[in-house]
């Protein structure tokens, strides 16, 4: 019978008694997809009362407009200025996706290299850590005079931002896998390439997915670092010159829009996690308890 993406899976464990229990639960991307949705309305929940709590805050004049404009005035800047904002929002996107995809190939690959070589895990592990210990903000500013005022001098810093959470997390994953099976695979004859898209690759998707949830915020928040120390576009350049104009709720605008952007980001890197991973075991046990 063909597999369908929706289909019921019998789960047997021993009981006490030595008899079994049989557990029936559905998996696929429709029943992943509910429990993701059935999931977001807590935090959807804090989201609605910090923004009820800024907005008595602000009715109630405890807080000066120009230290914090309220809501409204906020959400008018950037109705009267979505042209501005939508160009500038669609150059960040554009700087974090593409930082974050390559991001996502050089960790990956550079993972594989160093669990199948330990001798280049030995020596670029130490660099690595160096490398991610040095703050970008300080070193962006060599990107515009290598590469100029373009978008390749942010997409790099994005990269960096990205890449640590990914290779960390790959490498994590590729060494999980338990010894007896690779000593299992190995005996039945499986070649190293076997092994790893059948044994290593699918035990190391929890912690490569838990690193891409880390860097998609990570590569936004290095797409505007780049866009800081030089651009004349972008929502780090909206929120700079807001900044240097004390215009309060462009500033925010510009804040809201780019977190916005981080959680779209995330989401998206949960939503493919419950599609690709339907078995993972936080899932079931996710399923197996009673919701409250």
């Not at 309305?41 to 910090?50: E, G, K, M, Q």
């Not at 939508?86 to 700087?95: K, L, S």
């Not at 990956?108 to 991610?132: C, D, G, N, R, W």
Request: aromatic share 10%; proline share 6%; charged share 10%.
């Amino acid at each position: 019978m063909a597999a369908q993406s929706s289909t019921d899976l019998l789960e047997r464990a021993d009981a006490a008694g030595g008899g079994a229990v049989t557990v029936r639960r559905r998996t696929g991307v429709g029943p992943g997809v509910a429990r993701f949705v059935r999931g977001t309305w807590r935090p959807f929940a804090v989201l609605v009362a910090i923004f009820v709590a800024w907005w008595a805050v602000t009715a109630a004049n405890l807080i000066r407009p120009y230290l914090v404009p309220s809501p409204g005035a906020t959400l008018d800047v950037i109705l009267a200025q979505s042209s501005y904002f939508a160009h500038n929002t669609w150059i960040t996107t554009y700087e974090t996706v593409l930082g974050f995809l390559i991001a996502i190939a050089v960790g990956v690959i550079s993972a594989v290299v160093m669990v199948y070589s330990p001798t280049v895990e030995k020596s670029l592990y130490p660099l690595l850590l160096f490398a991610q210990v040095i703050p970008k903000i300080a070193i962006a500013p060599l990107f515009i005079v290598w590469l100029g005022f373009g978008l390749t001098p942010k997409i790099v810093v994005a990269v960096l931002m990205a890449f640590f959470p990914i290779v960390i997390s790959t490498v994590t994953g590729l060494k999980s896998i338990d010894p007896e099976m690779l000593q299992l695979s190995a005996t039945m004859g499986a070649g190293p390439g076997q092994t790893f898209w059948k044994i290593r690759f699918p035990a190391s998707l929890p912690h490569l997915f838990a690193g891409l949830k880390v860097a998609a915020t990570m590569a936004v928040t290095g797409a505007v670092v780049g866009e800081f120390v030089g651009a004349n576009e972008g929502l780090g350049y909206v929120i700079l010159q807001a900044n240097g104009n004390l215009d309060t709720p462009m500033l925010f605008a510009g804040l809201l829009i780019m977190s916005l952007l981080g959680v779209v980001l995330f989401v998206i890197v949960e939503l493919i996690e419950y599609v690709v991973l339907p078995w993972q075991a936080s899932r079931r046990a996710d399923a197996a308890t009673t919701s409250l």
